[in-house]
Structures are given as structure tokens and as C-alpha cells.
């Protein structure tokens, strides 16, 4: 059942990375026409790539439901994509860092409300990073990354598990809840941003949050491609 899962969402994630790509077309040439001086309505455009994140996060946790050890070892995932992930995706922080390098036009007033912001974020992911640990100390000495599916196996204590029956329904509810917490986070972090942002920079923002996400999937599953041929 968990392969099926997980093919249902590596299915969904193909087509939603193409969406991406659409929607990186869209908003490169929305960014054009600001650069050009025409003032257009970019709200609408806006409204549906928030929309758009907000499928992926639905059917993540479709899946995080499902089998939560999934989201800490994705196969859908290159291990480049892997090597980011925090807390079961990317952090929250990394939108301040897209925000620093996109945009050069950020007034004192967005600067100081950005950085309070990126303060408070960060005092909230070491709460995670605390949170984390200590459902990892529950469990044992390995990491739990090590807990997530191998090839299809789970593995505690350096022990093979086959049967998920294994792990405490506790556990693996608290996991997913951190999971959640986490996805909220990384939401809102988002969400706030934007409403620190002015609409032409919005668009630049997404602009260049998704050619990130775009060319790091590509380079990653191209360094996979490699590897495997040269095993």
C-alpha cells in the first residue's frame, strides 16, 4: 500500500512541477512587463500560484497520513532534493535567502520588517529542531532519518522492520503533527512575506523561488542519472 502511495504522489508531483514550470513562464513575463513600465494587475496571477503551493501541501499530507516515514526518506526526491529537506521539506528560512538575492529594491521599512520577521522564524525552527530530537531520543540512537523507508524497510535501533505495526501509533502521530507544524511554518513564513512585499516584487519572488526549485530538481536528477550509470 505504501508503494502505491507513493506513486500516487510522485504522479501527482510530475504534473505539478509542470504546472510549476507553466506558472514560472506566466510569472517571468508578468516580471517583464513591470520592468517595461506597464502597471498590469498581477493579483489574480498571484492568487493562483498561492493556490497552486497550496495543492501540493494538501496532498502531502494526503500522503503524511498514509505513511509519515515516507515524507523523511521521499522517493519522489533526488538526493540532492533530499539533502535540503528539514523537518520533512525545505526551510523556512530559504525564502529569506530567495528574497535577499531576487530583490534589490526593498525599502528600509520592508527591510526591517523582514529581518524581525526572518528572527521570529528562526526562533521557531529551533523549537522544531528541539522537538525533533527528543521524538528521536524516544526511539533510540540512530537518527531518525534512519527510521524511513530503505528500499522499502524500515529501520530502528539498526534492526530491519518490514510491518510500520512495529512503530508506536504514538510516535508516528506525534511525527506527522510535527510534520504539519512544520508545513504551517513554512506557509506562513510565506504568506507574511508577501504581505511585506509590493506586487511587482511578489511576482519576482515567486519568479525565482520556483526556477530554484526547478533547476535543482533538474540538476539532481540528472547527478542521479549519472551515478547510476557509472555503477
Known amino acids: 500500500m505504501a508503494d502505491v502511495n507513493a506513486a500516487s504522489f510522485e504522479a501527482f508531483l510530475q504534473g505539478w512541477m509542470v504546472r510549476?514550470?507553466?506558472?514560472?513562464g506566466e510569472l517571468l513575463s508578468a516580471h517583464q512587463q513591470y520592468q517595461e513600465g506597464r502597471r498590469v494587475d498581477v493579483r489574480p496571477l498571484i492568487d493562483r500560484v498561492i493556490c497552486h503551493y497550496g495543492q501540493y501541501f494538501e496532498e502531502k499530507s494526503k500522503i503524511a497520513h498514509h505513511d509519515i516515514f515516507l515524507i523523511f526518506s521521499p522517493p519522489w526526491f533526488s538526493s540532492l532534493e533530499q539533502s535540503f529537506l528539514w523537518v520533512g521539506g525545505f526551510k523556512p528560512g530559504v525564502a529569506f535567502q530567495?528574497?535577499?538575492?531576487?530583490l534589490g529594491d526593498l525599502t528600509q521599512?520592508?527591510?526591517?520588517?523582514l529581518s524581525q520577521l526572518k528572527q521570529e522564524t528562526k526562533m521557531?525552527?529551533?523549537?522544531?529542531?528541539?522537538?525533533?530530537?527528543?521524538?528521536?531520543?524516544s526511539v533510540g540512537d540512530?537518527?531518525?532519518?534512519?527510521?524511513?523507508?530503505?528500499?522499502?524497510?524500515?529501520?530502528?535501533?539498526?534492526?530491519?522492520?518490514?510491518?510500520?505495526?512495529?512503530?508506536?501509533?504514538?510516535?508516528?502521530e506525534k511525527l506527522e503533527n510535527l510534520v504539519a507544524n512544520a508545513d504551517a511554518l513554512r506557509t506562513?513564513?510565506?504568506?507574511?512575506?508577501?504581505?511585506i512585499l509590493r506586487p511587482g516584487q511578489i511576482v519576482k519572488?515567486?519568479?525565482?523561488?520556483?526556477e530554484l526549485?526547478?533547476?535543482?530538481?533538474?540538476?539532481?536528477?540528472?547527478k542521479d542519472a549519472q551515478n547510476g550509470d557509472e555503477e
Open 20 to 24: 510549476q514550470n507553466d506558472f514560472l
Open 98 to 102: 530567495i528574497v535577499n538575492t531576487a
Open 109 to 113: 521599512d520592508q527591510k526591517e520588517k
Open 124 to 137: 521557531k525552527e529551533r523549537t522544531f529542531n528541539d522537538d525533533l530530537a527528543k521524538l528521536q531520543e
Open 142 to 172: 540512530p537518527p531518525l532519518v534512519e527510521m524511513a523507508r530503505n528500499q522499502g524497510r524500515l529501520c530502528i535501533n539498526g534492526s530491519p522492520v518490514t510491518d510500520q505495526g512495529s512503530v508506536p501509533n504514538t510516535f508516528k
Open 188 to 195: 506562513d513564513t510565506a504568506l507574511k512575506i508577501l504581505k
Open 205 to 210: 519572488f515567486m519568479a525565482s523561488a520556483a
Open 213 to 222: 526549485q526547478i533547476k535543482v530538481r533538474s540538476w539532481g536528477s540528472d
